[in-house]
């Protein structure tokens, strides 16, 4: 990089005022739409950070790109990418092994999909749809963005990803309306069987493949309605799609009759058939045609999952942006275990923290990410790193600043009556005196 190239601006890597605008102020990514999904799915790799400068060289910028330089390092900075991680990796090869096979199978009545589930901040959502969003790349590009099962005549959408989130109050009107409001919305006054045949025409007609139902875990089965969206989800799995549910603590909510999580065996434990409270026998067909993964948290217990651990700061290293950063910024020394332990090894709780520590550096002219700058960062309350899994539902978690209730002192008992046996001679001479 040349001392010229800075002082005229020209900087490669950094776009230009109106690029830079047009990222901030473009329109925001509700994916679920289908603008907003395709919104999501073409600029979710944008973020591409600028070159690295040092004091000096950020100087010699004019002013104009002195500024662009930090509005764009500061935008680059809080969007930090999707890594692959060994949780990561795990689900993202079940996805895409699911979505490979389903596109090839042929005669099948059902598809069987993928239940994605963990704790909150643990990436769930933002791998589902990284790999959604890619494998729909790949299918666009495969069918030159056309839709090889298009009625001749019709200019109906190619949607070969849809996501929708699980309504509040869900029942099976609101959640056929949630699909059908993703291709736009509209006043649905139909009944219920004229709803789902017309969400299964709407599949079929805009080339539907993978359908991603967010936040499942707000579904409940002592509800009626509740089990009756159950009842339409193994509808929906008849419709040539595949269904990946995702959501906190799915075993938990009932939809795998009750499940609670094993921490000696590290994984899901069903109860017999004969002790589940939902629909007896039917959640079979829930249990047998989902695949169930849980998305962990980092350890820090053996070398390959601290190596593990320092790849992914490593990673995070390369993009951030700071004018005073040295190469190790995130890996050398203690920061790894100060990380760790700020975050107990939840990726989402890492990477705001990083994010805000990123800013916090640039605001305070320190331009480094040192223990003692992200000491004044508050991020969300931990979960407890003696944790191993989740909870069942519905059991209620001690607060760990609960003061402990005082213990009752027993009543001392009376002795009066008590024999102590012969006295001594000394005992017999005293009490003569006395």
Not at 212 to 217: Q, T
Not at 263 to 283: F, N
Request: hydrophobic share 35%; proline share 7%.
């Amino acid at each position: 990089m040349r001392p010229d190239d800075l002082s005229s601006g020209r900087l490669d890597g950094l776009p230009s005022r109106p690029q830079i605008a047009a990222m901030i102020l473009g329109p925001e990514s509700h994916r679920h739409t289908f603008t907003g999904w395709q919104h999501y799915r073409t600029t979710r790799d944008q973020f591409i950070p600028p070159p690295r400068l040092t004091v000096r060289q950020y100087r010699m910028l004019p002013g104009d790109r002195r500024s662009d330089y930090d509005v764009y390092r500061r935008l680059t900075n809080v969007n930090l990418p999707v890594q692959e991680t060994p949780m990561l990796e795990g689900v993202t090869r079940l996805i895409d092994r699911r979505l490979q096979g389903n596109t090839l199978r042929r005669n099948s009545p059902t598809m069987p999909g993928v239940m994605v589930s963990g704790w909150g901040n643990h990436g769930k959502t933002a791998t589902v749809c990284s790999v959604a969003a890619a494998f729909e790349d790949q299918w666009l590009d495969f069918h030159h963005h056309l839709n090889p099962e298009s009625v001749p005549g019709t200019s109906d959408l190619h949607a070969p990803v849809v996501y929708v989130q699980t309504p509040v109050t869900a029942t099976p009107k609101s959640l056929c309306e949630s699909i059908l409001n993703f291709f736009g919305p509209e006043r649905w006054k139909f009944t219920l069987p004229q709803l789902i045949q017309l969400v299964a025409d709407c599949l079929r007609d805009h080339g539907v493949k993978v359908l991603i139902i967010d936040d499942i875990n707000r579904l409940r089965m002592h509800r009626a309605d509740d089990q009756d969206v159950l009842d339409l989800i193994r509808a929906l799995m008849s419709f040539n799609v595949t269904l990946i549910l995702t959501g906190v603590n799915i075993p938990g909510t009932g939809l795998l009759r009750e499940a609670h999580f094993s921490r000696r065996d590290r994984q899901w434990v069903l109860p017999p058939l004969e002790s589940t409270r939902v629909h007896g026998l039917e959640v079979t067909q829930i249990e047998r045609r989902f695949e169930l993964v849980e998305l962990d948290r980092f350890s820090y217990s053996t070398p390959a999952q601290i190596q593990a651990f320092v790849k992914h700061l490593r990673g995070a290293e390369t993009h951030l942006r700071l004018l005073k950063a040295k190469k190790g910024m995130l890996t050398n020394g203690s920061m790894p275990e100060y990380l760790m332990n700020r975050t107990n090894g939840v990726i989402g709780l890492l990477g705001r923290l990083l994010e805000e520590g990123a800013q916090e550096a640039m605001a305070t002219g320190k331009e480094n990410i040192t223990e003692n700058l992200l000491d004044e960062i508050v991020i969300g309350r931990d979960i407890p790193a003696e944790e191993a899994g989740p909870a069942p539902a519905g059991v209620p978690v001690e607060p760990t600043d609960r003061k402990k209730a005082p213990r009752k002192t027993r009543k001392p008992r009376n002795t009066v009556f008590d024999d102590s046996g012969p006295r001594t001679d000394a005992e017999c001479t005293t009490e003569a005196a006395s």
